[in-house]
């Protein structure tokens, strides 16, 4: 099956530092990968959709300064939650279309937790 | 409107039993992908079966099948043979050319499998 890796699997950092949160497809190439936020006990909130080779598409109400997205080969997507507060503090987790198959299925990474003291 | 609903929050079955989780969809669209993932305490998502607006017969996946009811807009989960594993957080999805292939989720449901 397709497999989605994330690194950190988990991080805590000070309030004002930036955290780079990176998600590859080590099996596929994936030519849109997804990143969501999950709050505790609640469903996965679409942040963006990031085009490899362009630039992401963020959804209404999410910062494209604050959660900055890159998406360098068919491989990589990296999410860099800049300058973050206890308020950014959240479950963040990544998906990898992939594209051709019948079912142009999403496979998710293992997800990041991110603390902000 | 694209919605996904899922109106159990928490469900319990016996180790061994089967149980059927709830899922209703709302879409205009008529090519759509319907989606079951599963969410242990872990975090990971992770999928488990695919039914197409178009397929003539339910998905199967193992323990897994789909009880797709096209004109009642349902697509119940049905996981036969619980085991302790099954427990977990499971979320019904869709995916349609009018959300521009967006995944869209529904709330989830809780199940805890009972030994």
């Known amino acids: 099956g397709a497999v989605v890796s994330q690194h950190p699997s988990r991080v805590i950092c000070k309030s004002g530092t930036s955290v780079k949160i990176e998600c590859r497809s080590l099996?596929?190439?994936?030519?849109?990968m997804f990143w969501y936020r999950q709050f505790p006990k609640q469903s996965l909130m679409l942040m963006a959709t990031s085009n490899e080779g362009s630039k992401a598409t963020y959804e209404q109400g999410v910062e494209k300064d604050k959660f900055l997205i890159n998406h360098a080969s068919l491989t990589l997507s990296t999410l860099t939650v800049t300058s973050a507060h206890p308020e950014d503090s959240s479950f963040y987790i990544c998906?990898?279309?992939?594209?051709?198959?019948?079912?142009?299925?999403?496979?998710f990474g293992p997800g990041t937790r991110l603390t902000v003291l | 409107a694209q919605k996904i609903t899922q109106t159990q929050p928490g469900m319990f079955v016996q180790e061994k039993e089967a149980v059927t989780l709830d899922c209703t969809y709302d879409t205009s669209d008529p090519s759509y992908g319907l989606f079951w993932y599963k969410q242990p305490s872990s975090g990971e998502m992770i999928f488990l079966i695919y039914q197409g607006s178009y397929d003539q017969q339910n998905a199967t996946e193992g323990r897994y099948s789909l009880n797709f009811q096209k004109a009642r807009k349902s697509a119940n989960l049905v996981i036969s043979a619980s085991q302790l594993g099954d427990s977990a957080m499971y979320f019904c999805a869709m995916k349609t050319k009018t959300s521009y292939d967006k995944v869209i989720f529904g709330p989830g449901t809780s199940l805890s499998v009972i030994p």
């Open positions: 998906s990898a279309e992939l594209a051709g198959a019948r079912t142009d299925t999403q496979y």
């Open positions: 099996d596929f190439q994936a030519t849109t």
